[in-house]
C-alpha cells in the first residue's frame, strides 16, 4: 500500500529498471511519486469526472506493471508513464463523449446579454475553481500542452513525445491556450 | 507564412492566473488517497507475460514462470553485489520448456574488477536456479563468458542509472 510502503532512494530510472525485473516495492516508490500527478491529469482532461478519471488512471498503472519489463530508459519515466495515461484519458473521453462539438465553447466566450452576468456567477467561486472552469473550456490538446506544462513542468518535446505530436504544435497549443486562459480568467475578474 | 507562436513570448500571465494555476497545481483532490491504495493493489496484482520453465527431473512436470526466476535472480543478486546491479535479464527457454540459456546485464561501478563481479553474479544464479528449478545436480555449465562494457557508472548503481549520469 502507499501509505505503509518502505520509502526506497534511488533515481526514478534505477526504480524502474528494479520494477521491471519485478520490484514491487521499487513500483511502489514510482507510484508514490507519479501517481497523484496523473490522476489530477486524468480530473482535468474528463471535466472533472471522478470515476472516467479513476478507471483511467487505474488501467494505466496496471499497463505500466506489465510493460516495465520493456521500458528501456529511453525517455523519463514520468514521460513514458504520461503517455500512457494520455492515451487510456483520450480512449475513454472517445467513449464517454460522442457529441457534437459547440464551436462558441472553443474561443473565449465575450459578454452576451442573455448570459447571466459572469462576474455575478463567478463571485462565489474560489480563485482555483475558476482556472479549473476556464481550463474545461480548452480544446483537449490545448488543455493538456498546458496541464503537462504548468503543473509537471514538461519541455515541448516531452510533452510532444506525451500527446503524439511534435514540439512546434505543442508551441502553438500552448500560446492559444495561455491566451485564452488569461482572457477568461481575466473576464471573470 | 505564419510561423508558430512561441508560448514564451506570449504576454506575462498576470499575477491573478499565477495564483490559480499555483492554488490549482497544490490542491489535494477528492478520494485521491483511498483511490492510490486500490490502483497500486489492482496493479501489482495484475500478471505479466511470462513463459512456463520446467523443473529437472524427476520433478518435470512441475511449471516455473520465467518472471517468478527473474524476480528472485535480481533480488538476490541485488542483495548481496554492493557494487553492481541487474540491468536486465534474458531466458531463453526450449521449446520443451528447458532452460536453455541465462544472460544477466550487470551494470557495475568504475573502478570494479569486472571478471570478479561476474563470477559473484554467477554462483548466486547458480543457486537461485538449483533452488527453483532443482538444478543442483546440473551446475551452470559456462559456455561462453562474455563482458561487455556499455557505459559507465560512476555513482552507485543500485541507485542511479547510467542514462541518469551525464557523459564524460
Same mark, same amino acid.
Given at each position: 500500500m502507499v501509505s505503509t510502503a518502505v520509502k526506497l532512494h534511488g533515481s526514478d530510472a534505477a526504480l524502474a529498471r528494479r520494477a521491471g525485473l519485478g520490484d514491487a516495492e521499487a513500483f511502489a516508490e514510482l507510484f508514490a511519486r507519479h501517481f497523484h500527478p496523473t490522476y489530477r491529469y486524468a480530473l482535468h482532461m474528463l471535466d472533472g469526472d471522478q470515476q472516467p478519471a479513476e478507471d483511467a488512471a487505474q488501467d494505466a498503472w496496471i499497463k505500466a506493471w506489465r510493460n516495465l519489463p520493456d521500458f528501456? #530508459? $529511453? #525517455?523519463r519515466f514520468q514521460t513514458w508513464i504520461f503517455r500512457i495515461v494520455a492515451r487510456q484519458v483520450s480512449d475513454t473521453r472517445r467513449r464517454k463523449r460522442p457529441i457534437l462539438v459547440?464551436?462558441?465553447?472553443?474561443e473565449p466566450r &465575450?459578454? =452576451? #446579454? =442573455? =448570459? &447571466? =452576468?459572469p462576474e455575478r456567477r463567478m463571485v462565489n467561486l474560489e480563485i482555483w475553481e475558476t482556472l479549473s472552469l476556464a481550463l474545461a473550456e480548452l480544446p483537449w490538446r490545448q488543455r493538456a500542452s498546458w496541464l503537462l506544462r504548468e503543473f509537471d513542468d514538461m519541455s515541448y518535446d516531452e510533452i510532444a513525445r506525451v500527446l503524439d505530436t511534435t514540439p512546434t504544435v505543442v508551441r502553438g497549443q500552448l500560446h492559444r491556450a495561455r491566451r485564452a486562459l488569461a482572457i477568461r480568467m481575466e473576464q471573470w475578474r | 507564412m505564419n510561423s508558430t507562436p512561441d508560448p514564451d513570448q506570449s504576454p506575462v500571465p498576470s499575477a491573478h492566473v499565477l495564483d490559480a494555476t499555483e492554488q490549482l497545481r497544490g490542491r489535494s483532490r477528492p478520494r485521491a488517497v483511498e483511490i492510490a491504495d486500490n490502483v497500486l493493489r489492482d496493479a501489482l496484482r495484475s500478471s505479466r507475460r511470462s513463459l512456463p520453465v520446467r523443473v529437472a527431473p524427476p520433478h518435470d512436470f512441475v511449471r516455473v514462470s520465467d518472471q517468478v526466476i527473474i524476480t528472485l535472480l535480481r533480488r538476490d543478486i541485488d542483495a548481496t553485489l554492493e557494487a553492481a546491479a541487474v540491468g536486465r535479464i534474458r531466458l531463453i527457454v526450449d521449446r520443451? $520448456? #528447458?532452460?536453455?540459456e541465462l544472460t544477466i546485464e550487470l551494470f557495475v561501478k568504475c573502478g570494479q574488477v569486472l571478471l570478479d563481479v561476474a563470477d559473484q553474479a554467477r554462483t548466486i544464479a547458480d543457486s537461485v536456479l538449483a533452488r527453483l528449478l532443482v538444478r543442483s545436480a546440473f551446475a551452470? $555449465? &559456462?559456455v561462453t563468458s562474455h563482458v561487455h562494457i556499455s557505459d559507465i557508472t560512476t555513482g552507485n548503481p543500485h541507485l542511479v542509472d547510467p542514462t541518469d549520469e551525464p557523459n564524460p
Open positions: 528501456r #530508459s $529511453e #525517455s459547440d464551436h462558441t465553447r472553443l &465575450v459578454a =452576451d #446579454s =442573455d =448570459d &447571466v =452576468d | 520443451d $520448456e #528447458s532452460l536453455r551452470i $555449465e &559456462v
